[in-house]
């Protein structure tokens, strides 16, 4: 049964590393590797759909690292994101410095931000915890709107990318790579000593207590780790996605995007979050599409809602946490004595 | 010798309930003391203040000559103070192993190192083994700590307490909860842990266990003490037979 699941396990990963190596021929077409006009293929908007994809799945990894592997619920993580956008939009575009310092200047403000409310919201739990940091977000989405000299206000701030970064194929794979070295590293720290102590919080705060571990450092660090990796993603975002930084970014709405995402995919599988990720971006933007079918997709946010309903009711583990415990609860019954 | 631990007219007050009421123990190193009380007495809120979890009203408690009021739980854990819980308090989630291992990590100074792997500290691992053969859950390490019967719960807790390497270890009722027949195995793992010269603070009801294993014990009645004595001279005391019995005449 093991062997059947990692068997299943390994095509997958082969199907999924050709679909996102497609794009291969035309990176190299795209830096004057190969002759340019032999390459059309895939489209422009192919390309777009997927940075877009890898983006969000950094941020959905990020949080996971709060929901599932230390066991916090934050409605204000997209304020990170926000942070990391507005960080380098400002640098390249307000002060005119390169977008290497506004990545250091982004690393910097969510690190300062993630422990000064972590430090002021994490002696609080649960709800309340999650109220503050909605709170701490809407403060946020609020000084975005109004400094709007920096900020650009309504309008957010667009950024001028340097050339080789305004081409989409380059985008797609800095993306990929972006999603992948975060990806790793966030399993890494898992299964670091800090990491299980993290599962351990996450399991029972009172023991880790007892056994003489400092619960709100832990988890304060972990905000932090999570506020950088989601302030990185709001650097990729303002450099090769959207290319645009927006106060509305701060807002609850990405981060209960990001939870669905999350909850969706499966919590603390972290391989869950980015199917999420995938599932969730994708539908959002071929959804609306359908109007025409169907005046109903008009309200296409409706059928993310019974999908997370669905997934709450049907895999409450989430699309691979069902998959693993199911896989794994087969495999006991066969090998267990009794 | 010196107390070990000393606790100097502790008191705690919720709102109008007087908790805990002048309560002044002396525990000394190597010896065997029990909290006993019918129920709502304070036992287990006079260990909460003990090891940090509520901050008294006044009064203070010394562990190890050291003032250790109102430090947070986890640093007067650190000190070497060990405690377990009257509900079972374990990690559900994680395996058995995995659950000492996790103790065994606390009193080790890796700090916050996220980026070596857990898997790389084996002696960690060899140690949280070495405990689960002590307290009798060889066998069981790869077994995930919810699905683990009652009394092999009670085991585990035990075992994360030894792992934690603590001079003074609070029990709190270790046997609340276990049917009869699991009772003598967790009591003989306890009288083990008392022969390697640990200094061990209980709160039980069993009596037989009471009077088998401990040196002193302490009554407490309304949060105040009302006796104290070797098992046979608080067994023999009016007052406490009368908070036994709700007061009537003996």
């Known amino acids: 049964m093991m062997l059947k699941r990692i068997k299943a396990d390994r095509w997958i990963i082969a199907v999924l590393l050709l679909l996102l190596l497609l794009p291969l021929p035309k990176l190299l077409a795209a830096n004057g590797l190969i002759a340019a006009d032999a390459v059309n293929w895939p489209p422009i908007h192919y390309l777009k759909r997927s940075t877009d994809v890898f983006v969000w799945a950094v941020v959905a990894v990020s949080y996971d690292i709060l929901i599932g592997f230390t066991g916090i619920v934050s409605f204000g993580h997209s304020l990170f994101v926000a942070v990391g956008a507005y960080s380098v939009a400002i640098a390249v575009m307000k002060l005119g410095l390169s977008p290497v310092v506004g990545v250091l200047a982004a690393v910097i403000a969510s690190a300062l931000i993630s422990v000064v409310v972590g430090s002021l919201s994490l002696r609080l739990k649960g709800h309340y915890f999650a109220m503050i940091t909605l709170a701490f977000a809407e403060v946020g989405h609020v000084l975005a709107l109004k400094l709007s000299q920096w900020t650009g206000g309504e309008d957010g701030l667009s950024v001028r990318v340097p050339l080789w970064l305004a081409n989409r194929t380059n985008d797609y794979y800095l993306g990929l790579l972006f999603l992948a070295v975060i990806f790793f590293t966030v399993r890494r720290i898992t299964e670091s000593p800090t990491g299980r102590v993290l599962a351990a919080i996450r399991e029972n705060e009172h023991r880790a207590q007892a056994l003489g571990y400092d619960v709100t450092a832990y988890k304060v660090g972990a905000m932090t780790i999570s506020g950088v990796i989601a302030g990185l993603a709001g650097v990729a975002m303002a450099t090769i996605d959207t290319q645009f930084a927006i106060a509305s970014l701060a807002t609850s709405g990405p981060t209960i995007e990001v939870l669905l995402m999350t909850v969706v995919g499966g919590v603390g599988t972290l391989t869950g979050p980015v199917l999420g990720a995938a599932m969730i971006r994708l539908l959002s933007f071929a959804l609306p599409g359908l109007q025409d079918i169907s005046p109903l997709f008009a309200r296409w946010q409706l059928f993310l809602g019974l999908i997370y309903v669905g997934t709450v009711m049907f895999l409450p583990d989430g699309i691979v946490g069902s998959y693993r415990t199911r896989v794994k609860t087969a495999f006991q019954r066969i090998f267990t004595p009794g | ?250």
């Open chain 2, 1 to 250: 010798m010196d107390d070990i631990l000393q606790t100097r007219d502790l008191t705690v007050r919720f709102g109008g309930l007087l908790a805990v009421d002048n309560v002044s123990l002396h525990v000394r190193p190597g010896t065997f003391q029990s909290v006993i009380g019918p129920n709502g007495a304070g036992k287990t809120t006079l260990f909460n203040l003990i090891c940090g979890i509520y901050k008294p009203t006044s009064g203070r408690v010394l562990f190890k000559e050291r003032d250790i009021t109102g430090l947070p739980p986890h640093r007067i854990s650190r000190l070497g103070m060990g405690r377990s819980f009257q509900i079972t308090n374990i990690f559900p989630n994680l395996t058995v192993l995995e659950n000492v291992r996790l103790a065994v990590q606390s009193r080790a100074s890796v700090g916050y190192r996220f980026l070596a792997l857990a898997s790389s500290f084996g002696e960690f691992t060899d140690k949280a083994r070495a405990i689960l053969g002590q307290v009798g859950l060889e066998g069981k390490e790869q077994t995930l700590a919810n699905v683990l019967a009652h009394g092999d719960k009670r085991k585990l807790e035990i075992g994360m307490l030894l792992a934690t390497e603590s001079e003074l270890l609070l029990l709190d009722e270790p046997t609340a909860g276990m049917s009869h027949d699991d009772v003598p195995a967790v009591i003989d793992v306890i009288k083990r842990i008392k022969a390697t010269g640990k200094t061990i603070l209980m709160v039980e009801h069993k009596m037989e266990i009471i009077l088998a294993i401990s040196d002193t014990v302490t009554v407490l009645r309304q949060g105040a003490v009302i006796a104290e004595g070797t098992p046979a001279e608080v067994a023999a005391d009016p007052l406490v037979r009368s908070a036994y019995l709700g007061g009537m005449a003996v």
